[in-house]
Nanobody
Framework: QVQLVESGGGLVQAGASLRLSCAAS????????MGWFRQVPGKEREFVAA????????GYADSVKGRFTISRDNAKNTMYLQMNSLQPEDTALYYC????????????????????WGQGTQVTVSS
């Protein structure tokens, strides 16, 4: 199975942009649907965005629609989250997750649907 490593987090001011990356090991990256989740201390892990194994289908939380864009490059075994117009409420530890699936156009919104997780990358947005 794949292993995941996130990068790209940091401290930015409100209105700025960041791009998170999630690098996966292994040779079957395209057989994994992927997702981004975020968590702040004392709260449950929250869905942000998801993408199918082919990259042709995507889904977003209402709170990030129009500001965040999820994408993947299967040739590079990497998934991305482009985050624009960041707000203080976007501050969280961001995790990427993977789920092996035979359905190349399916993506998944619930964290219990994913078995493989990265360690997380911190995003902090100051006002």
């Amino acid at each position: 199975q794949v292993q995941l490593v996130e990068s790209g987090g940091g401290l930015v001011q409100a209105g700025a942009s960041l791009r998170l990356s999630c690098a996966a090991s292994g040779r079957t990256f395209s057989s994994y649907a992927m997702g981004w989740f975020r968590q702040v201390p004392g709260k449950e892990r929250e869905f942000v965005a998801a993408i199918s194994g082919s990259g042709g289908s995507t889904g977003y939380a209402d709170s990030v629609k129009g500001r965040f864009t999820i994408s993947r490059d299967n040739a590079k075994n990497t998934m991305y989250l482009q985050m624009n117009s960041l707000q203080p409420e976007d501050t969280a530890l961001y995790y990427c997750a993977a789920r092996n699936t035979i359905y190349s156009e399916n993506y998944y919104l619930n964290n219990v649907q994913y078995r493989i997780w990265g360690q997380g990358t911190q995003v902090t947005v100051s006002s």
